[in-house]
Nanobody, 123 residues
Framework: VQLQASGGGLVQAGGSLRLSCLASGRTFSNNGMGWFRQGPGKEREFVAAINWRGGSTLYSDSVKGRFTISRDNAKNTVFLQMNSLNPEDTAAYYC?????????????????WGQGTQVTVSS
């Protein structure tokens, strides 16, 4: 079972990136999925989550209105569209699969984790 995150990179403030998380080894179409991030010297924090059907989403206050989480169950892939990026968004971004059908903000609700993709936003 593997979650492969990709799409990170270096971008200027105000720019956009789209992260992808491809699941392999099993399907997660019945699981809620989430994105978390960990900046330098910081704890891993919740960013966004989506339920198994994609009809319900949850965002942290810091990204609400700028980031959009979505999923394509046919492709076993979850996306995170990030707009209006600022230097405070600099972090390694991790996707994760929840033990529940819905997405939550609690790290302990996620059993499978990807390896992370680095996002760096320059000012």
């Amino acid at each position: 079972v593997q979650l492969q995150a990709s799409g990170g990179g270096l971008v200027q403030a105000g720019g956009s990136l789209r992260l992808s998380c491809l699941a392999s080894g099993r399907t997660f179409s019945n699981n809620g999925m989430g994105w978390f991030r960990q900046g330098p010297g910081k704890e891993r924090e919740f960013v966004a989550a989506i339920n198994w059907r994609g009809g319900s989403t949850l965002y942290s206050d810091s990204v609400k209105g700028r980031f959009t989480i979505s999923r394509d169950n046919a492709k076993n892939t979850v996306f995170l569209q990030m707009n209006s990026l600022n230097p405070e968004d600099t972090a390694a971004y991790y996707c994760a699969a929840s033990i529940y059908a819905y997405g939550t903000s609690r790290r302990s609700d996620y059993r499978f984790w990807g390896q992370g993709t680095q996002v760096t936003v320059s000012s």
